[in-house]
C-alpha cells in the first residue's frame, strides 16, 4: 500500500512549475509578437512608410524630372507650403472643401439617423427591403449615379425642375452656376453615402435597452422627451463614431466633382483633393502636391480633436 502511494504522487512532485505569468518566447521575443508580426509588417510598408515618404517630399521639389534622374532632386525645406498659401486657387479649395464639409457633414448625419428611426419604428413594415434600398446607392458605382443625377440635375428635362415647376418655381441651373453646383454636389453626396451610416445608426439605436424606454414611459415622458432624454444621450458613443468617420470622408472630397463638374463652374466646386489631384499627376510636380496633402491631413486631424474634445465635454 505505501509503494502505491509513493508512485502515485512521485509523478506530480517532479512536474516541472510554470510560472504563472510566463510567456513562451521564440528569439527572445513573445509568441504573440510574432502572430501580429505579418499585419504589422503590411501596415508599415503600405501605410507608414509612404506616409513618411510623402512627408520627406514635401520639402523637395520632387517632379518628372526627378524620376528621371534623382540628381534633380533637391531639398526646397518650407518653400511648397509658403508657394500654397500665396496660390489664390488653394484658398478657393480650401473654402469650397469646408463649405462641403460644414454642409453636407450635419445634413448627412440627420439624414441617416432619421432614417435610422423610421427603420426601427414599431409600425415599420419590410423592414429589410427599405434597408437594402436605402443601402444599395453606397455599393453603386459613382459614375452610373453620376450620369443619372446629371439627367436629373439637368436644366430643361430634369425631374428636379419639373418637381420645382408644380411649385411655382423656376428651372434652376443646377450644373451650370456657381451659386448651386455646390449644393447640388452636397445633395448627391448625402444620398450616395448616408446608407452607410444608417446601419451604423439602426445598430446603436438596437444596443439601448428597452428597459430605459419602459421607465420614460412609466414616467409620462411623451415621445419626444424619450427621443431627447434616453436615445440621444446613447447614441453619444455612435455619434461620435459617425462623426468622425463623416468628416473625414468629406474632407476627401473628389470623385463627385471631378465625374459631375470637373471642378466648375469657375471653380466653384473645386476641392483640396482635386488640387492635389491635378499638382501630382497631371503636373507632375509631386513635392507640391504633398505639402497638399499634409494640409489637410492637419485640417483632419484639428477637426477630429475637436470633435473628441467636445465630446468628453458633454460626457463630462
Do not use: C
Not at 171 to 185: E, L, T
Not at 224 to 238: E, S
Not at 264 to 269: A, E, I, K, R, V
Request: a positive charge; aromatic letters at 16%.
Amino acid at each position: 500500500m505505501a509503494y502505491l502511494l509513493i508512485t502515485d504522487v512521485a509523478p506530480a512532485a517532479t512536474q516541472k512549475q510554470v510560472p504563472t505569468g510566463s510567456q513562451p518566447r521564440l528569439w527572445g521575443l513573445p509568441a504573440g509578437w510574432w502572430f501580429v508580426a505579418p499585419a504589422l509588417a503590411i501596415i508599415f510598408l503600405f501605410f507608414l512608410a509612404p506616409i513618411f515618404a510623402s512627408l520627406l517630399l514635401s520639402f523637395t521639389d520632387f517632379d518628372i524630372y526627378a524620376l528621371a534622374d534623382w540628381r534633380n532632386l533637391r531639398f526646397v525645406g518650407l518653400d511648397n507650403y509658403h508657394q500654397l498659401f500665396n496660390t489664390p486657387r488653394f484658398w478657393t479649395a480650401l473654402k469650397n472643401t469646408l463649405y462641403f464639409v460644414l454642409l453636407g457633414g450635419p445634413l448627412s448625419v440627420a439624414t441617416s439617423l432619421g432614417a435610422a428611426l423610421l427603420l426601427e419604428a414599431k409600425a415599420t413594415r419590410f423592414k429589410a427591403l427599405w434597408r437594402t434600398v436605402f443601402f444599395a446607392p453606397v455599393v453603386t458605382t459613382l459614375v452610373a449615379v453620376a450620369v443619372v443625377w446629371r439627367y436629373l440635375y439637368h436644366t430643361q428635362y430634369g425631374l428636379i425642375n419639373h418637381l420645382l415647376a408644380a411649385l411655382h418655381i423656376g428651372p434652376i441651373d443646377w450644373m451650370g452656376s456657381p451659386r448651386w453646383a455646390m449644393p447640388a454636389i452636397i445633395l448627391l453626396a448625402v444620398w450616395k453615402n448616408f446608407g452607410y451610416n444608417m446601419v451604423i445608426f439602426m445598430a446603436g439605436l438596437q444596443s439601448i435597452p428597452r428597459e430605459l424606454y419602459e421607465a420614460a414611459e412609466v414616467d409620462g415622458a411623451s415621445p419626444t422627451r424619450r427621443f431627447w432624454h434616453v436615445t440621444m444621450p446613447m447614441l453619444g458613443p455612435t455619434f461620435l463614431f459617425v462623426g468622425v468617420t463623416t468628416m473625414i470622408g468629406l474632407f476627401q472630397l473628389f470623385a463627385e466633382p471631378y465625374v459631375m463638374t470637373q471642378g466648375g463652374p469657375l471653380d466653384s466646386t473645386y476641392s483640396l483633393v482635386m488640387l492635389m489631384y491635378e499638382q501630382g499627376f497631371r503636373w507632375w510636380r509631386l513635392g507640391f502636391a504633398s505639402s497638399v496633402a499634409f494640409v489637410l491631413f492637419a485640417l483632419t486631424l484639428a477637426a477630429t480633436s475637436i470633435q473628441l474634445r467636445l465630446q468628453r465635454r458633454s460626457a463630462a
